[in-house]
């Protein structure tokens, strides 16, 4: 039996869905996480091993169930986990089965973007031009050597947090105060072209799924997470996969951007998240499944490197309910929850009721964060 181990420390809800892809792949699944996690919230793992709130304690715990030999595949479901990993752990061989890469030397790019910036100068990776920040002494650098515009990034961040663009040096010291100081911060040329996000499966370096999509709804600003995407087959990006999966040793699920210079046709890698997110699941929906790259390694046939998956028609559009409904409840948006309530382009095929104890969170969380919040406020404004 092919064994899989997903821990998550921080409570990520976009890891609900990740057994069900592994479980229908053909592998058995055990989570290592608190009792609250959303690892939890479904009916496709095996067993539960319960971790500690303690920092060291769970990379204790993580370390012994990694090196007992029983898992053939480990996932670290969240971002503060990879980074708390890559940190502490030094042994080699316990690195290559738990961090998800497997070429020890690149290890400064996870949960790193000036990690990413160093790693794809010094590969030959077509990426946005960089420096970083840290104080005041470092603006005459990024004046010379950058082109503006130019987008400041957190070093260790996600979800957009605290990034803008900057179309001129000078907007770029009217923004300063809003940069922290002392902290390393990505200063990188702004691309100016189409944003390709992009879902992918590795295993040994070896590229098996992806799916490209673009954007059609934020869920605030263009820098924070997407609740709709149109999904669509872009094959000038699977040869730049395969080289990034094969050069970095990827190993497991990705997150990966590209923004798109239609101009120059050329496309520059922004970013490279080594960990699940909220679409991994509906790949399904769309003929390119990563279940069956799961089979893939399960069987043994990654070895036989990428195969091509048909997608069932040109665009497909896909929404997150869970994420997409509560946006459009919290901004009292008609046309968004109309979506839902008529089946738009059959969303209701996004619906988690495959499985009950998925929906019943889901469900209730939006029952209580939303509803209840909202009458609450009502009832108090009306005292």
């Known amino acids: ?62 370390i012994e169930l990694v090196k007992t030999g029983e ?33 020890i030397e690149h290890r400064h790019m996870l949960s790193s973007k000036d990690g990413l910036a160093d790693f794809c100068e010094s590969t030959g990776i077509d990426a946005p031009g960089y420096t970083t920040y840290n104080g005041k002494e470092d603006l005459e650098r990024i004046k010379t050597k950058l082109n503006f515009p130019v987008i400041n990034k957190l070093d260790f961040s996600w979800g957009g947090v605290g ?122 929906f769309i003929g390119r499944d990563f279940s069956d790259g799961v089979k893939r390694i399960v069987s043994g046939d990654y070895l036989n490197g990428y195969k091509d998956m048909p997608m069932k028609q040109p665009f497909i559009e896909v929404a997150l309910f869970d994420k997409d409904i509560r946006r459009a409840l919290w901004k009292n948006e008609i046309k968004g929850i109309l979506r839902w309530v008529f089946n738009y382009k059959g969303y209701w095929r996004f619906l988690p009721c495959y499985d009950k104890k998925l929906s019943n969170r889901i469900f209730r969380g939006i029952w209580n964060e939303v509803f209840v919040y909202k009458w609450k406020k009502i009832r108090g404004q009306n005292k």
């Open 71 to 103: 898992y053939q595949w480990v996932i670290l479901g969240d971002e503060p986990l990879i980074k708390f990993m890559n940190e502490e752990v030094h042994e080699e061989n316990v690195f290559v089965k738990m961090l998800p890469i497997i070429k």
């Open 163 to 284: 990034m803008f663009v900057s179309y001129s040096y000078e907007e770029f010291l009217t923004n300063l105060h809003k940069i922290p100081e002392n902290q390393n911060v990505l200063i990188q040329e702004y691309i100016e072209g189409d944003e390709i996000p992009v879902e992918a499966l590795f295993y040994q370096g070896e590229l098996l799924v992806y799916n490209t999509s673009k954007i059609v709804e934020y869920d605030k600003d263009k820098f924070t997470y997407s609740t709709r995407r149109s999904y669509y087959v872009n094959s000038a990006i699977k040869p730049l996969l395969i080289h990034l999966g094969k050069t970095l040793g990827l190993n497991g699920f990705a997150n990966i951007a590209y923004m798109h210079d239609v101009k120059k046709d050329k496309y520059y890698l922004i970013e490279v998240d080594t960990r699940p997110n909220s679409w991994t699941a509906y790949g399904r």
């Open 1 to 62: 039996m092919f064994k899989v181990l997903v821990a998550c420390f921080d409570n990520w809800n976009t890891l609900a869905e990740v057994p069900f892809v592994l479980k229908n792949g053909g592998a058995s699944v055990d989570v290592y996480c608190s009792s609250k996690s959303w690892l939890l919230s479904n009916s496709y793992y095996g067993k539960w091993i319960e971790s500690s709130a303690d920092k060291i304690v769970f990379k204790d715990k993580l």
